[in-house]
T-cell receptor
Framework: AQSVTQLDSHVSVSEGTPVLLRCNYS??????LFWYVQHPNKGLQLLLK??????LVKGINGFEAEFKKSETSFHLTKPSAHMSDAAEYFC???????????FGTGTRLTIIP | GAVVSQHPSWVICKSGTSVKIECRSL??????MFWYRQFPKQSLMLMAT?????????EQGVEKDKFLINHASLTLSTLTVTSAHPEDSSFYIC?????????????FGPGTRLTVL
């Protein structure tokens, strides 16, 4: 079985400060891990994905995530938050060749002007 | 590339009626499409997986007779909510994959908000 746990349901940061959204995963096999962002009334957009290549993954809009097997973590970071980053973020896992995605419960990111 | 559309974007219907939601892959052929349901401020829950030309595979607890899925072509899947009731009100999201190009990445539609009165 596979699962992801997003440790914070809501994160607030000031504009221009770093962003850290935490995600831990559980899987019996080598996982593929994704971060998706959902803006209000919009579809989910892929920020980045890890598929067993480089452990530090760079995504769109300045986001990056590091796969740490020893900690079973895949935290999402950004050096400097922008107002447009305010959205819901989902950490997602799939295992092996299985196309099924398992979503975390989401983290709502609020940016304080 | 890899754009997925859904129609309608929102729909309001009376209790007992049926509603059809379309999911289209606009610029690629999708061998597999997925249907998710998202309750307010909650995560996405996979309802079913559909492969073109075959019956959909439903997740445990999802009534296949209530949520009819048809994947008649490589670019179109439909979800029909039959005899809708207020508890079926939700945000329904589809996605599509193209494994030969993007592995297990899924491309999501913008969602359809269903309100049953």
């Amino acid at each position: 079985a596979q699962s992801v746990t997003q440790l914070d349901s809501h994160v607030s940061v000031s504009e221009g400060t770093p962003v850290l959204l935490r995600c831990n995963y559980s899987s019996s096999y080598s996982p593929s891990l994704f971060w998706y962002v959902q803006h209000p009334n919009k579809g989910l957009q892929l920020l980045l994905k890890y598929t067993s290549a480089a452990t530090l993954v760079k995504g769109i809009n300045g986001f990056e995530a590091e796969f740490k097997k020893s900690e079973t973590s895949f935290h999402l970071t950004k050096p400097s938050a922008h107002m447009s980053d305010a959205a819901e973020y989902f950490c997602v896992v799939s295992v092996g060749g299985n196309e099924k995605l398992t979503f975390g419960t989401g983290t709502r990111l609020t940016i304080i002007p | 590339g890899a754009v997925v559309s859904q129609h309608p974007s929102w729909v309001i219907c009376k209790s007992g009626t049926s509603v059809k939601i379309e999911c289209r892959s606009l610029d690629f052929q999708a061998t597999t499409m997925f249907w998710y349901r998202q309750f307010p401020k909650q995560s996405l829950m996979l309802m079913a997986t559909s492969n073109e030309g075959s019956k959909a595979t439903y997740e445990q607890g999802v009534e296949k007779d209530k949520f009819l899925i048809n994947h008649a072509s490589l670019t179109l899947s439909t979800l029909t909510v039959t005899s809708a009731h207020p508890e079926d009100s939700s945000f329904y999201i589809c996605s599509a994959s193209r494994p030969a190009i993007s592995g297990n990445e899924q491309f999501f539609g913008p969602g359809t908000r269903l309100t049953v009165l």
